[in-house]
C-alpha cells in the first residue's frame, strides 16, 4: 500500500470511491465533487488553500478497511465469506405500493418508514435523483412515506450521500443513513473522528453492490434505449416489479417510453463500466452496516414478479429492530437458511474468492492497493482450483499492463459550476 499524503493521490491511483466523506471532513472546506464522466465522483482541492493536515484521508474507503474481531454470535457458515451475519430472512414490505416500487422486496424502504414511523427517527439520509436534472444522484433526506417513495429504486450511477453527513450531525433526533457498502464503511470511519455521528445515526442500512458504473455507463444506456439525455425526465435503472425493466421516460412523450430488460441493461451496458476501485472491493454486502439487503438470485423469476429481498441482520442493533419492524407489521419475513446467501449472490462470493490474486497481481506490478484486515481473502483463494487462481493472477496482470494502471492518471479539472455541497 503507498503511503497517501493527499486525497488527490487516492484519485489519481484510481482507488476513490467516489463516496464524498471527505468533504465534511476537510477542516477548511476546501474540497468539492465533481462527476468525471468516465471515472465517477472524485474530490478537487484548491492545492493553494490545502494545509495537509490528513483529516481526509482517515476517513477515506478507498485506501483501507479493517474489520474489528467479532464479539457476537454470528453465522459460521457465512463468517469466512460474507463477514459477520447473526440472522438471515427472506421476504418484503407488507405495504403492496413500496414492495412494487422498489428493486426487489422493498425491505430498505420498509425499514426506513418503521424508524420514522415508530423509532422516533427525524429523517433517512440517502441517494435520489436531483429533480431538475434526473440523471444526477444527490444525497437526499427523507422525512415521510412519501418522500421515500417517490426516491425508491436502484441508482446505477454515481453517488456520494457521504457528502452530507452534516444533515445527521445537526438533526435533533437519530437518523437512518442508507448507502452503497463502501458508503457505510465511510460511515464508520466518519464516526471514529466525529463523535456526534455515533448517536445521531440510529440505523445504517447498507444495500448489496456489485459495482458503480460511471456516467459513461448511462450515457451508453441511454444511446441503447435511443433516448436523447435533454429529452430524459425519468430514468429508472429497475424496480415496479422483480427486477423490473430499465426505462426512461422522455418529456412531453409519455406514450413513448424507451425500456430495456435487467439483463440487457446491467449485464451487456452499465457492468464493462464499473469503476477501478470497485473490482478491488472485499465488501459487496454491507459488512459493516447493521442491516444489510440484497436479491435472493437464486430463484426463478416470473412474469409481473413483485420481488423479495435478502435482509441480513449483521449487529445487534440491526437485529433488534428488524425484529420490532416485523411486530408491528412492516415486513413479512421468513428466515433463511445459511446457503441461501452463496446461492443468491454467486457472482459476489466469486469477486471475493478471486480478490487475493488480483491484488497480489497489482502488488507484483507495483500498483498502490487498498489495505485490508480481518476478510480472509487468502483463505477464499485456497478454495479456488489451480485453474482459477492462475486466471486471477495472468487476467489482472493482463488488463492492469493493457489499461495501463501502472501509472497514475492525470489530474482533472473541475467544472466552473462544480458545487461543494450540491443541494438536497
Not at 219 to 246: F, I, K, S
Request: proline content about 8%; overall charge positive.
Amino acid at each position: 500500500m503507498k503511503n497517501f499524503e493527499r486525497i488527490e493521490q487516492v484519485v489519481e491511483w484510481r482507488l476513490c470511491t467516489g463516496c464524498g466523506a471527505c468533504v465534511l471532513a476537510c477542516p477548511e472546506n476546501n474540497i468539492r465533487l465533481a462527476d468525471v464522466p468516465d471515472r465517477g465522483i472524485r474530490p478537487h482541492v484548491d492545492t493553494n488553500r490545502c494545509k495537509h493536515c490528513g483529516e481526509c484521508l482517515k476517513v477515506c474507503p478507498g485506501i483501507e478497511i479493517t474489520h474489528a474481531p467479532c464479539t457476537q454470535a454470528v453465522i459460521d457458515e457465512l463468517s469466512l465469506s460474507w463477514g459477520p451475519v447473526l440472522e438471515m430472512w427472506e421476504g418484503y414490505a407488507a405495504d403492496p405500493e413500496i414492495r412494487f416500487e422498489a428493486g426487489s422486496g422493498g425491505a430498505v424502504t420498509a425499514l426506513a418508514l418503521y424508524c420514522l414511523d415508530h423509532e422516533g427517527f427525524a429523517g433517512v439520509l440517502h441517494t435520489g435523483a436531483e429533480p431538475e436534472a434526473p440523471l444526477q444522484n444527490v444525497p437526499v433526506f427523507s422525512k415521510s412515506k412519501a418522500e421515500l417513495l417517490a426516491r425508491t429504486g436502484a441508482r446505477y450511477s454515481p453517488a456520494a450521500p457521504c457528502e452530507r453527513f452534516d444533515l445527521i450531525e445537526k438533526s435533533a433526533e437519530p437518523c437512518v443513513f442508507v448507502g452503497k457498502p463502501c458508503d457505510v464503511v465511510a460511515l464508520r470511519k466518519s464516526q471514529a473522528v466525529r463523535p456526534q455521528l455515533i448517536d445521531k445515526t440510529g440505523l445504517a442500512i447498507a444495500i448489496f453492490c456489485a459495482a458503480t458504473p460511471t456516467t459513461n455507463g448511462t450515457n451508453a444506456l441511454l444511446q441503447a434505449m435511443d433516448a436523447p439525455r435533454d429529452q430524459v425526465e425519468e430514468l429508472r435503472y429497475r424496480g415496479r416489479g422483480w427486477p423490473g425493466l430499465t426505462t426512461a421516460k422522455l418529456r412531453g412523450k409519455p406514450a413513448e417510453a424507451r425500456q430495456l430488460t435487467y439483463e440487457q441493461s446491467w449485464g451487456n451496458i452499465l457492468s464493462p463500466h464499473r469503476q477501478f476501485r470497485c473490482r478491488l472491493c472485499p465488501d459487496s454486502t454491507g459488512e459493516f452496516a447493521d442491516i444489510a439487503c440484497g436479491d435472493p438470485w437464486y430463484r426463478e423469476r416470473k412474469e409481473d414478479d413483485p420481488g423479495r429481498s435478502l435482509v441480513l441482520a449483521r449487529t445487534q442493533k440491526g437485529r433488534e429492530v428488524l425484529h420490532r419492524a416485523m411486530e408491528a407489521g412492516y415486513l413479512k419475513l421468513e428466515k433463511a437458511a445459511p446457503e441461501t446467501l452463496p446461492a443468491s449472490q454467486k457472482s459476489l462470493l466469486r469477486k471475493r474468492q478471486n480478490l487475493y490474486g488480483r491484488l497480489l497481481a497489482l502488488r507484483i506490478l507495483r500498483i498502490p492497493i487498498p489495505q485490508y484486515k480481518g476478510f480472509s481473502l487468502a483463505k477464499n483463494w485456497m478454495a479456488l482450483s489451480i485453474t482459477d487462481k492462475l486466471r486471477s493472477l495472468a487476467g489482472t496482470l493482463k488488463r492492469a499492463l493493457k489499461r495501463r494502471w501502472t501509472k497514475p492518471l492525470k489530474p482533472t479539472r473541475p467544472p466552473a459550476n462544480a458545487e461543494k455541497n450540491p443541494p438536497t
